[in-house]
Nanobody
Framework: VQLQASGGGLVQAGDSLRLACAGSGDNFYDYLLGWFRQFPGEEREFVGINSRIGDRTYYADAVQGRFTISRDNAKNMMYLQMTNLKPEDTAVYFC????????????????????WGQGTQVTVSS
């Protein structure tokens, strides 16, 4: 699968932004999909993960209650709706996919994912 992230930009604290991740290839529903972000000089940080059929989603504590992940397998799309953005959310955001046909595995380490989209910059000004 190939992934392409989009939707980043410059917003003010408290604003909302929606990122999109477009996937290509067949059987999009056979992939766990996740969002990560990367701060300068640091490793990629887990943001959240969506199950294969979108019925379960898990988030990092830092974004819980503010970010929402959704997916549309029919359109090969995943989204990250971000609300009440904070300056500390400023980072490059990446979507990632891992081929997995089971139902009870939700990896949160970036090393667990094989497929990555290019990053999209999100900048939140105070």
């Amino acid at each position: 699968v190939q992934l392409q992230a989009s939707g980043g930009g410059l917003v003010q604290a408290g604003d909302s932004l929606r990122l999109a991740c477009a996937g290509s290839g067949d059987n999009f529903y056979d992939y766990l999909l996740g969002w990560f972000r990367q701060f300068p000089g640091e490793e990629r940080e887990f943001v959240g993960i969506n199950s294969r059929i979108g019925d379960r989603t898990y988030y990092a504590d830092a974004v819980q209650g503010r970010f929402t992940i959704s997916r549309d397998n029919a359109k090969n799309m995943m989204y990250l709706q971000m609300t009440n953005l904070k300056p500390e959310d400023t980072a490059v955001y990446f979507c990632a996919a891992k081929y997995y046909t089971g139902f009870d595995y939700f990896p949160s380490q970036y090393k667990d994912y094989k497929y990555w989209g290019q990053g999209t910059q999100v900048t939140v000004s105070s």
